[in-house]
C-alpha cells in the first residue's frame, strides 16, 4: 500500500508566483481532505471534496487559493498569487468511506509538502 | 461551536515511564474525539478514536484514552513510554462526526533514556 503520496515534498518559491501541490489518495478512497500546518495556527482544515465534489472549502483562506478533484486518484492545492504568509506545511489525506458521519473516518495522511514564499 | 485544548504543550519523560498527555474538549453535540501523532518531517497518523461506542478507547502501540463527558476530557495514556514515542501529538474533536475536525495545538513528547 503506497498511502498518500504528495509532491513535491519541498517547495520555495517567490512571492507573487503561482504554487501548485499534487495529492493522489490511497486507492479506493472516496473521501480527501486538504490541511494546512503553521507554528502559529496549528492544523487547519482548507477544503475536503467526498466522491470527486468539493463539500465544505469554508477553511480556505482567499480566492487566492483553490482545489479541483478531477477525477477519484488527483487532487491539487493552486495558490495564485503566492504570499510569504502562506508560507506552511500542507498535508493531504483520504478516507473511505464507511456509511457513518463522513468525518469520523480514518483518514490516512500523506507526507505533506513544505512550501516556502520569499 | 467546538473547540480542544491541550493543557500541555511540552511533556517530558523518562522511558519506562508512564504517558499522560491531557486534552479537554468542547463540544455542542456528541462529540467524536481521536488522537494523531505526527513524528517529525512525517504526516499525521491516526492512534486511537472515540465514536460514542466504549469510553476506554484502545490504540496503537499501546496507548489509550478514557472518554469522560462529565469532566469534558480525553486524556492519553500509555503505561510504559518507549523512545519511539517522542513525538507530537494532536486531539481532535469533531461534534456529531458531521462537522469538520478541529485540532489541538498539540503535544511535544519528549522520553529521555
Known amino acids: 500500500d503506497a498511502g498518500v503520496i504528495q509532491s513535491p515534498r519541498h517547495e520555495v518559491t517567490e512571492m507573487g508566483q503561482e504554487v501548485t501541490l499534487r495529492c493522489k489518495p490511497i486507492?479506493?478512497?472516496?473521501?480527501l481532505f486538504w490541511y494546512r500546518q503553521t507554528m502559529m495556527r496549528g492544523l487547519e482544515l482548507l477544503i475536503y471534496?467526498?466522491?470527486?465534489?468539493?463539500?465544505?472549502d469554508s477553511g480556505m483562506p482567499e480566492d487566492r487559493f483553490s482545489a479541483k478533484m478531477p477525477n477519484a486518484s488527483f487532487s491539487t492545492l493552486k495558490i495564485q498569487p503566492s504570499e510569504p504568509r502562506d508560507s506552511a506545511v500542507y498535508f493531504c489525506?483520504?478516507?473511505?468511506?464507511?456509511?457513518?458521519?463522513?468525518?469520523?473516518?480514518?483518514?490516512?495522511f500523506g507526507p505533506g509538502t513544505r512550501l516556502t514564499v520569499l | 461551536a467546538q473547540s480542544v485544548t491541550q493543557l500541555d504543550s511540552h511533556v517530558s519523560v523518562s522511558e519506562g515511564t508512564p504517558v499522560l498527555l491531557r486534552c479537554n474538549y468542547s463540544?455542542?453535540?456528541?462529540?467524536?474525539l481521536f488522537w494523531y501523532v505526527q513524528h517529525p518531517n512525517k504526516g499525521l497518523q491516526l492512534l486511537l478514536k472515540?465514536?460514542?461506542?466504549?469510553?476506554l478507547v484502545k490504540g496503537i502501540n499501546g496507548f489509550e484514552a478514557e472518554f469522560k463527558k462529565s469532566e469534558t476530557s480525553f486524556h492519553l495514556t500509555k503505561p510504559s513510554a518507549h523512545m519511539s514515542d517522542a513525538a507530537e501529538y494532536f486531539c481532535?474533536?469533531?461534534?456529531?462526526?458531521?462537522?469538520?475536525?478541529?485540532f489541538g495545538k498539540g503535544t511535544r513528547l519528549s522520553v529521555i533514556a
Open positions: 481532535v474533536v469533531s461534534s456529531s462526526g458531521n462537522t469538520p475536525l478541529v
Open positions: 471534496f467526498n466522491n470527486n465534489v468539493p463539500i465544505d
Open positions: 489525506a483520504s478516507s473511505l468511506q464507511t456509511g457513518g458521519p463522513l468525518l469520523t473516518d480514518t483518514q490516512y
Open positions: 472515540y465514536t460514542s461506542a466504549a469510553t
Open positions: 486507492s479506493g478512497h472516496n473521501s
Open positions: 463540544s455542542s453535540y456528541s462529540p467524536s
